[in-house]
């Protein structure tokens, strides 16, 4: 029997890295998947985003698993296609359980991060799209009245603040990092009566393609002194968790010994937050 065994879990950016990680851990615990991502590059964004081809391997591992996943090509920017994405996949799979707001975007490297419109982008993708995701799930969570989870991934960034430069890119970053903490704080108040819990998520740096990218590799060189800030007390294997460890922390939250954890910042960070 799994963890999640007749639940139904909605991600977004579900293509790859710790959604992609997410989606299938999750199926192989018994939960169907609705998920979607926006499969196109963005031009405040210097490293690309998610392919077609990736979400096409994410439908193919979930469903190895023996699970259904609802998955399509959708920008969490637009809240009608989110809400439609996710209306499809309770009707065809009949409840919601489960919500991970976890699409994102690292507007920091290259010229981009000195458009303005990079800050614009940043909180538009994070902040907006994370409540684009959540709003439309709330009636669906409540339907069966049996509870659920909302996780938003936000970032260290979420509670510390970046090195920026003064560009526009990091500091959108932060701003949407933190933003969702707001949201997280608000939604677990307002949904703790009705069981549903609300958390935020902050991993230090995890290896996935926003950061195991050749934009983001020579950024670090080109800024020795940001690399500096970017080191963990502890000794974290090249200074990134895998996105498996994200998602071990997803299923304790998801799971029977989350049940009494809402309204909290998760920070998992290597000592990272605490060093500064
Ligand atoms: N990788 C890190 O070091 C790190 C650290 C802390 C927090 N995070 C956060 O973790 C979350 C997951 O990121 P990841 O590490 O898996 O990176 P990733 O780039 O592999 O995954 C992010 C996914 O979001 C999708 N996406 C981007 N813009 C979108 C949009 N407008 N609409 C729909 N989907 C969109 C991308 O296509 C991609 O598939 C993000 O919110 C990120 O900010 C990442």
Redesign the pocket.
């Known amino acids: 029997m799994g963890a999640v065994d007749g639940k139904v879990a909605f991600i977004?950016?579900?293509?790859?890295?710790?959604?992609?990680?997410h989606a299938v851990r999750l199926a192989e615990e018994g939960a169907d998947i609705i998920g979607?991502?926006?499969?196109?590059n963005?031009p405040d964004?210097e490293?690309p985003?998610?392919?077609q081809e990736?979400?096409d391997e994410t439908v193919r591992q979930v469903e190895k698993t023996g699970q259904r996943i609802h998955a399509v090509k959708?920008?969490?920017?637009?809240a009608a296609a989110v809400k439609k994405v996710l209306d499809d996949g309770v009707a065809e799979f009949g409840r919601l359980d489960i919500v991970l707001?976890?699409?994102?975007?690292?507007p920091i490297t290259g010229e981009q991060r000195n458009r303005q419109s990079a800050f614009a982008t940043a909180v538009?993708?994070?902040l907006i799209?994370t409540a684009n995701t959540i709003f439309p799930a709330i009636p669906h969570l409540q339907a069966h009245g049996e509870g659920g989870v909302i996780l938003i991934?936000?970032?260290?960034?979420g509670v510390v603040g970046g090195i920026s430069e003064g560009n526009p890119g990091v500091t959108g970053?932060s701003a949407a990092?933190h933003g969702v903490v707001g949201v997280m704080r608000t939604l677990a108040n307002t949904l703790a009566p009705q069981n549903i819990r609300v958390n935020t998520?902050?991993?230090?740096?995890?290896?996935?393609?926003?950061?195991?990218n050749e934009a983001f590799g020579r950024y670090v060189t080109e800024h020795p002194d940001m690399a500096e800030n970017l080191q963990n007390p502890l000794p974290v294997p090249n200074g990134?968790?895998d996105?498996s460890y994200?998602t071990d922390q997803v299923m304790h939250l998801v799971g029977e010994s989350g049940r009494y954890i809402t309204g909290q910042r998760i920070i998992f960070d290597g000592g990272f937050t605490n060093y500064r």
């Open positions: 977004s950016g579900v293509a790859r890295g710790q959604g992609r990680s979607f991502d926006v499969c196109e963005d964004v490293y985003l998610a392919t990736d979400l959708a920008d969490v920017r637009d707001a976890n699409a994102g975007i690292m538009e993708v994070m799209g991934t936000s970032s260290t960034n970053y990092k998520l902050h991993p230090t740096g995890v290896n996935s393609p926003m950061i195991a990134l968790l996105p994200v």
